[in-house]
Structures are given as C-alpha cells and as structure tokens.
C-alpha cells in the first residue's frame, strides 16, 4: 500500500534511547494532519520534550524543527501536558508572524504524542558566538538588541512574555539574523489572564531578577523580560553575565566597569543598568520604551513583517490578488535598499525603496512557468544599503528572503473547432453532387492543459429555424474519444445525397464533455444538380 493511507496503516514508528529517554530514530516518519515528517537528526532534548530536525515530505525544502512532547508518565498529569501544549501552541502561532521568531507550520497529536511543527533556524546560538567573538563590535551589540527589543515588545503587545531569555535562546542566522526561540516557558498576562496558574517552570541563573520566590514559581510579568534582557547586553559587552549577588545587594558599580571595554559608551551602559535595576519601579516598563531609547544611539535595522507569502492555488488566467510585504526600519536614522524577485513568475510594485516605513505589493504570473500541479517557491530578496559604522568603515546592510508560494493547477481542457474564428463565424460547408457521398472534416482542438472526454452528436435545423430530427444518412465519426492538450482530432463528416434534393441543409454537430463544456458547431451541406456542379468546378454560379 502506497500513499498516506499506507504510511498511517504501517506500524509505530521506531525509537532509539538517547539519555534515558526513547526517541524517534532518523528515517521515521511522523504523520500530522496534511502532511509527513521524516526524522533527520536529534538537535536536543529538555524537561518536557525534544526537539528533532526533520523534512516536510511535501515540501522538501523545508527544513523542520519537529518538537515533541514527553507523553505524561501518570494520568493526573495528563491535564498539565495539554496546558503545556495548548499555550505552547498558541504563542507560536502568534510570535510566528514576526520575522525575529520561527514561521509556526502546524501542532497536532500522532501516536499519543503532541508535536509542533516550526520553521528549522540555521545559525549559531548567541552564547556560542559570545564565547567565540568576544568582544563583540559595537555595532552587533546594538544590531541585536534592537531586534530583540522589536520582538519582545511584540510579544508583549500581545500580552505575552518570554520568560527564559538568555544567549542560548537566541539564534543568530548566517546572514546576521537574531531569532528567539523556544517559547516553552512563556506565559499570558494582564487582562483576562489575571487568574492564569503560575508557571511551575525555572528560568536560568544569571538572567532571573532577583524578585522571584526562590521555589521557582511567579507570575507572568514584562520586567522579568526586561531584567533579561539587560543581562544579556551586558553579556554581549563583558562576556559573561552581571554579578547576581551585586544586584541583589542593589550595588551602584554592577555595570561601572563595562564604560571602560571599547565595545560600549556611557549611553548604551546607562540603558543597560536601568533594565536590571533591583528596583522594578526603575526599570523599563515596557520593550517597546527600552527600544525607544535604544533607537537614539543604534544603526538602522531593516525588518520585514511577513517571511513566507501564500498565493493559494490557482489557473492559469485566473486574476491573483497581491499581497503587501512591509518594510522598516527597527533601528535609528534613515533606511534604504533594493528590492529583487529571484524568480520569473514573482514581480514587485517597485525595485527600490526608501524611508523607515515602506509597503511592496507583491504579484505572481502563472503564465511565465510551465510547471503545474505542485507548489512552487520562490524568493523574493531584500537589502538595505550599506552604513558607516563608528569607525568609518561601510558595513553590509541587512538582507531579508521572503518565500513565495503558490501552486498553478493545470487549466481545464478546453475545446474549441480550429475552422472557426469568434462566436459570429458562418457555418462550415461541405458541398458535393447530387448522387455522390459528400465528405469532410472538423478541426477539434484542446487549448487546455489537461485531456478532455467528449462526445459528438448531431442535429438538424428545420426551416422555421427550430431544432429537428437528424439528418438521415449523415455519419459522424469517431462519435466520442479523447483530445490530449495541445493535440486536434479530425472529426469526419459524411453523407449520402442519393435521398437529397439539390439545396442547402443546415445541420449543428454538438460536441458535449464531461466538464459540460458543450459546443454547437453549424455546418450546411450543399447538395448541387449536375449542372450546377459543373458550373462550380468552372468557377462560375447558376
């Protein structure tokens, strides 16, 4: 058995243990609701789950970062799990429409186990590039903060916070991308959550504020994101996160040493010591007024709002509706770059852009491919022009890919009769002498894109005009058949005149299919006395 009915049909997919645990082994697949993943490797497991790199079989250029949750050990703990999955679930579909955090694919249950399907990030995590770059220019400590600001107050926005941010939760792409990730410790909060559980889920040390309880549990708040964060740009600055202890004792000199390190100044290090003030009255209230601040000593930072566009499935004619990709700028001054569709059938509304706020109207052709029946991708490539940096050195702007999509379903097959020219043409004749078989034929063609069944029958046409009994004596052949795309079939028409009287017979060959497409194709059959005959071979009328 072959199809999705056979892979669902096959037995449990087989698991491998890897620390203590049992996980899915490379080459299984798992099903969801529209699709097929195939484990690729085991990228790293925690207290709930695992996280796999896998392939969308449908669309295999898609990397997947599959994430599994550890099925509960007890049946009382089955209710917590669905609430781990459940809000789990809804904050990634609801951070996945920023461009600094995973494109969110699906969740679903196979197995007795829950997965969520998100875009798979490629890159270095920020804790690694720490350790490796130290000490970080100026220009990637602000680069980054900025967009982890942008994203936070995303978040926060929606009434969301993080929860467990710190460098290893923080990828870095290979073209200079910052994307947060994993949103298992993320929490809802203000109105309509006020009496949501507390989270019984630990942060890490050297980024939790010191007005947590110290069992663990807390209630979702912003300035636990805000001391966060300030944690890691100090981090990015020193190499290593502030003193804890030093906080805790609300010690004036926590960040006085980082004025001294040539990656920071005086402004970026006052940012950084109010976001993790003891005090949480004296820290940002909010991401988005950190950002704020931010702006008046970073470099532009070009965003995008959307990294994947669907076009649906559509005909080849068929009217598509751009959609609008927006552009602008998280960061502070002016913003410029070019805009490039790197595929033949993708066109923009313009090719340059300008300004910290900029919306591109993006198109899709069907005409300018051949390519039928699967879904067809395409990037549409983003840059921002180059900047001075503090030195006075030109630093490569920022570069964006958005994904477009769209799969071209072949046209239906179509027929139409080659002898005639728009819907006023004349009928077709075919004439002959009286006493003779008269013969001739139809052009049938398929203008479509995919084969159409037809049948062909005929009718008369009585002199009041009506329709009347068929001709007696006229054959069509063949009477039914298939037409492939782009190919004519020769319809043959003949008839005995031995019965007619010389004249004119008006007669419809009707050509019907199963996509009820029908056809009615006049034609007049010319019966001519001898006389007249001759006449007409020399060219002259009676």
Same mark, same amino acid.
């Given at each position: 058995? &072959? ?23 490379? %080459?299984?697949?798992?099903? &969801? ?14 207290? !709930? ?14 990397? *997947? ?24 679930? $809804? ?9 600094? $955090? ?18 798979? *990030? ?5 804790? =690694? ?14 680069? +980054? ?56 889920? !630990? ?9 947590l309880e110290a069992d663990g549990q807390w209630i979702a708040d912003i300035r636990t994101d805000i001391f966060a964060l300030g944690c890691i740009l100090y981090e990015m600055i020193a190499g290593s996160a502030p ?5 805790? /004792?609300?010690? $004036?000199?926590?960040?006085? &040493?980082?004025?001294?390190?040539? @990656? ?19 820290? !940002? ?14 470099? #532009? ?8 566009? +669907? ?18 700028? =998280? ?19 313009? !090719?340059?852009?300008? %300004? ?54 072949? =046209? ?11 819907? /006023?043409? %004349? ?7 009286? %006493? ?9 063609? @398929?203008?479509?894109?995919? #084969? ?10 009585? *002199?009041?005009?009506? *329709? ?49 497409q029908s056809l009615s194709v006049p034609i007049s059959i010319r019966v001519l006395s001898s006389l007249d005959f001759v006449m007409a071979k020399l060219g002259r009328h009676s």
């Amino acid at each position: 058995m &072959s199809g999705p009915l056979g892979r669902k049909a096959r037995s449990l997919a087989k698991r491998k243990r890897y620390n203590d645990v049992m996980l899915l082994a490379p %080459g299984e697949e798992v099903p &969801s609701h529209h699709t097929h993943y195939t484990i690729e490797s085991i990228v790293g497991t925690g207290a !709930y789950g695992a996280v796999y790199a896998a392939r969308d079989i449908n669309t295999p250029g898609r990397q *997947i970062a599959l994430k599994e949750f550890f099925p509960a050990r007890h049946p009382r703990d089955q209710a917590p799990l669905q609430a781990l999955f459940d809000r789990e679930r $809804m904050v990634s579909m609801q951070a996945s429409s920023h461009p600094l $955090m995973p494109t969110f694919y699906e969740a679903f249950q196979s197995d007795g186990n829950f997965y969520i399907a998100q875009e798979f *990030i490629v890159g270095t995590t920020l804790d =690694a590039i720490i350790v490796r770059r130290h000490p970080l220019p100026r220009e990637w400590i602000l680069k +980054w903060s900025v967009s982890l600001c942008d994203a936070l107050a995303y978040l926060h926005a929606r009434q969301i916070v993080h929860h467990d941010l710190k460098p290893a939760n923080i990828r870095i792409t290979p073209q200079g991308h910052l994307v947060l990730l994993d949103f298992g410790a993320a929490q809802y909060f203000g109105a309509g959550h006020e009496h949501d559980k507390p989270a019984e889920l !630990y942060g890490t040390e050297g980024y939790l504020p010191p007005e947590l309880e110290a069992d663990g549990q807390w209630i979702a708040d912003i300035r636990t994101d805000i001391f966060a964060l300030g944690c890691i740009l100090y981090e990015m600055i020193a190499g290593s996160a502030p003193d804890q202890e030093q906080i805790n /004792q609300r010690s $004036m000199y926590v960040t006085s &040493s980082l004025i001294q390190r040539p @990656n920071a100044d005086l402004g970026l290090v006052k940012l950084i010591n109010r976001a993790i003030s003891y005090n949480t009255d004296h820290r !940002y209230a909010t991401a988005g007024e950190f950002l704020e601040e931010l702006r008046e000593i970073a470099p #532009p930072v070009l965003l995008v709002n959307r990294k994947n566009l +669907w076009f649906g499935s559509v005909t080849p004619g068929q009217t598509i509706p751009p959609m609008t990709v927006t552009l602008y700028n =998280a960061g502070g001054g002016e913003i410029s770059g070019e805009i490039k569709p790197r595929a033949p059938w993708i066109t923009v509304s313009e !090719y340059r852009f300008a %300004g910290n706020t900029h919306e591109v109207a993006v198109m899709v052709d069907p005409s300018k491919t051949a390519e039928r029946g699967k879904p067809l991708t395409g990037k549409l490539e983003i840059s921002s022009d180059g900047q001075g940096d503090s030195e006075g050195n030109i630093v490569a702007g920022d570069k964006w890919s958005v994904e477009c999509s769209v799969t071209l379903q072949p =046209a239906p097959g179509q027929l139409k009769v080659t002898e005639l020219e728009g819907s /006023q043409a %004349g009928p077709i004749i075919f004439s002959g002498r009286k %006493g003779q078989t008269i013969a001739g034929t139809l052009h049938l063609r @398929n203008v479509g894109e995919m #084969p159409v069944d037809f049948q062909a029958i005929q009718t008369t046409d009585t *002199i009041t005009g009506g *329709i009347g009994k068929p001709l007696e004596g006229l054959t069509i052949s063949p009477l039914e058949g298939t037409i492939e795309p782009g190919k004519t079939l020769l319809i043959s028409v003949t008839i005995s005149t031995a019965a007619l009287p010389p004249g004119f017979y008006p007669a419809f060959v009707s050509i019907r299919t199963r996509a009820r497409q029908s056809l009615s194709v006049p034609i007049s059959i010319r019966v001519l006395s001898s006389l007249d005959f001759v006449m007409a071979k020399l060219g002259r009328h009676s």
